[in-house]
């Protein structure tokens, strides 16, 4: 059996580029790379007083889950999810560890309640009604290619369709010194076992050590090394530019993930 | 689905490291739980702490892994000689092809929590010998197992709070379904750290005493740790027809005290961040779906190791979920009393206690019970039985509404 599925839906948010249209124009050369941080937009899915607890690792994986979704015209809740992200919500971490290391250790139970890794998968649940599979994986820098493995096996054993969601945000100092995250980031591609209306391309996926595939845009190398959810971005610029192929994605040490792409004409 | 053989596992916890500790506590109904002295903690709880884990060393070349998770996942390897069965079908696939997936709520986030108080006092920096990659990131603990066992395959870390390490058994299968891998070591990770001692306090999810699952006075749970690993291996793959002829296995290279992961089902709430849907919807679904992928009907399960975690909502809804599917004569229990709630670890720490129930005949009897709560009508073990069991499921459930039960059986 072979690891493949028809990507269906796309969605993508990170600095400078807020959402998917906007993206391909600066993939097509037809627009620069925003210099702003990435904006986070309202999350109305949300009842409200589950809105006022998240943050920004919610909004950004609900955020890009809703357009892919959205592209592949399909009911948010009918998908498996693997949603996969290096550090999740680097804010609350960081508010938790503060409240430790005061005398009282005094712990919101909200934020400890968002301080699972699943947090939002959680709330995407929530929010769509979706009882069905969710996994939330970490791979560190290789989170992105962990959860597009994940996924692709899930289409593949299944012949389900399974929405993965990577994305990542910043941790404010004193972490952010050690993991340099600058912003938030998030990916997310609705696969599907068999190929539909809306469906962009055909990926195949495997092992491989070739040499991993860059941006040739200076800007968008910089945010693929920098944030690990942006280590999908020469896939999305292929999938948006229609380039088929092999492209070499960054996965662990030693070994890359080769992802074969076969546009939809 | 295929059923995969768990060609060795072993458990280290707070009652037992390695399986033989284990399985004499278990037989003994003797509990782990002890009052809460870990760290600076000031919290009146009780605490399922392994003993040691500060005193073991990491193989010099992975030293900067060097964080009690580590430690602890370090001596679970140790055990059983689980790390030479997995050298040996790494020698059998090669390396590339095992996997390596394991559970983990907060990994070494307490090595961030004693770097917090240990700020340079005027720029606020951490410490310069902290290890973000290598410590904190939940990665951590799958990228130290995947090292110190030279494997090359596929890894990663599932997060899914305290369903982790049950849900690791699902992706493990998949990949080996599809071909990417042909045997993965799976398991579960979880150290006792601040967030979690004083994160389910604040929620007042914690008990003043030792955890006490399906007891009418239940207020809570005893946090724990433990470190539990399986290497799981498609049955097929090796020494073809070893079966006999017109058994059901006769396909599969399977002996008949093998222990085999028949199905895995998994399921989401869509209810709440923190509790539990209060009829036990999710947890139905995630049962059924583990029959389902199993084909085996209600009947064929023999006993239940419930999540019972000792929360007023858990075993509440559990039960409701529980009888709803296998009606009030399953027998059932949680090992929790004994080991406390290892949280990501618990999955696969319960998973191994199923295998050793399997393997050796008996169904633990659940601790710290004084008064069955007659609102709860699941069928809930107080004795531990002697008997021969076919198949048994094991469930987890999760904060963020995230649900898996794994089924498993003896081969023969």
Excluded at chain 1, 148 to 167: D, H, T
Excluded at chain 2, 245 to 268: I, T
Aim: proline share 6%; aromatic share 6%; with cysteine.
């Amino acid at each position: 059996m072979s690891l493949s599925a028809y990507v269906s839906g796309v969605g993508l948010l990170g600095p400078g580029l807020a959402g998917w249209p906007e993206a391909a124009r600066v993939f097509a050369g037809e627009a620069a790379l925003g210099a702003g941080r990435t904006v986070l937009p309202a999350l109305s899915l949300l009842p409200a007083a589950e809105r006022r607890r998240v943050g920004r690792a919610v909004q950004v994986a609900m955020a890009v889950a809703l357009e892919a979704a959205a592209g592949a015209g399909a009911d948010p809740a009918s998908f498996a999810c693997v949603f996969t992200s290096s550090g999740g919500d680097g804010h609350n971490c960081h508010a938790l560890c503060e409240s430790l290391a005061q005398p009282d250790r005094a712990v919101s139970p909200t934020r400890f309640s968002n301080s699972v890794h699943n947090a939002a998968a959680g709330y995407w649940s929530i929010a769509t009604g979706s009882t069905l599979e969710s996994t939330v994986l970490c791979a560190h820098d290789a989170s992105f290619c962990a959860g597009l493995l994940e996924a692709l096996a899930q289409v593949s054993a299944a012949a389900k369709a399974v929405l993965l969601v990577a994305y990542d945000t910043e941790y404010p100092e004193p972490i952010h010194s050690k993991r340099p995250v600058p912003d938030a980031f998030g990916a997310a591609l609705v696969l599907t076992p068999g190929r539909t209306p809306r469906s962009v391309a055909r990926l195949r996926a495997g092992f491989s050590d070739d040499k991993v595939e860059v941006m040739s845009n200076a800007s968008l190398e910089i945010l693929r090394g920098a944030i690990p959810a942006a280590r999908c971005l020469p896939l999305l610029h292929r999938l948006e530019r229609g380039t088929p192929g092999p492209c070499v994605l960054e996965y662990l040490d030693s070994l890359s993930v080769c992802v074969e792409l076969e546009p939809c004409g | 689905m295929v059923p995969l053989r768990l060609t060795c596992f072993t458990a280290t916890s707070c009652i037992g490291q390695g399986l033989a500790p284990m399985l004499e506590s278990l037989l003994a109904g003797r509990s782990g739980l002890t009052p809460c002295d870990f760290e600076t903690a000031d919290l009146r709880t009780y605490i399922g702490e392994v003993p040691g884990v500060d005193e073991v060393r990491l193989p010099a070349e992975l030293a900067p892994f060097n964080c009690r998770n580590n430690r602890l996942a370090e001596l679970g390897l140790r055990q059983d000689g689980f790390a030479d069965a997995v050298a040996r079908v790494a020698g059998r696939y090669t390396a590339a092809r095992v996997g390596v997936f394991i559970g983990t709520s907060t990994a070494g986030i307490l090595e961030t929590e004693q770097a917090y108080r240990r700020r340079d006092p005027v720029t606020g920096a951490l410490p310069a010998d902290f290890e973000y990659a290598k410590t904190q990131n939940s990665f951590s603990v799958a990228d130290y197992v995947r090292r110190r066992l030279q494997l090359r395959g596929p890894a990663a870390v599932v997060s899914c709070a305290c369903a982790s390490s049950a849900k690791v058994f699902a992706s493990a299968q998949r990949m080996i379904e599809v071909g990417l891998i042909d045997a993965a070591v799976v398991g579960g990770v979880d150290s006792l750290c601040l967030t979690t001692l004083y994160g389910f306090h604040s929620l007042q999810l914690s008990s003043a005493a030792p955890c006490r699952p399906f007891d009418v006075a239940r207020d809570g749970i005893s946090v724990g740790e433990a470190a539990a690993f399986v290497l799981l291996e498609r049955p097929d793959r090796e020494r073809p027809g070893r079966g006999r002829p017109g058994c059901a296995r006769s396909a599969l290279d399977l002996a008949a005290d093998d222990v085999v992961l028949l199905g895995v089902g998994e399921s989401s709430d869509a209810y709440h961040m923190s509790a539990p849907h209060p009829e036990g919807l999710g947890a139905r679904h995630a049962m059924q779906a583990a029959l389902t992928a199993a084909h085996l009907p209600v009947d064929a399960v023999d006993y239940i190791n419930f999540h019972g975690t000792g929360t007023l909502s858990n075993d509440r809804s559990e039960s409701r979920a529980v009888v709803g599917l296998f009606g009030t004569s399953t027998p059932g229990s949680s090992t929790k009393g004994a080991t406390g709630h290892t949280l990501g670890a618990a999955g696969a720490l319960e998973a191994v206690i199923c295998a050793l129930a399997l393997r050796h005949e008996f169904m633990p009897g659940g601790l710290n019970i004084s008064r069955h709560d007659p609102a709860l009508s699941a069928c809930y073990l107080r004795e531990t039985r002697r008997v021969r069991l076919g198949a048994v499921l094991s469930n987890s459930f999760g904060f963020g509404g995230t649900n898996c039960s794994l089924l498993l059986g003896r081969a023969g």
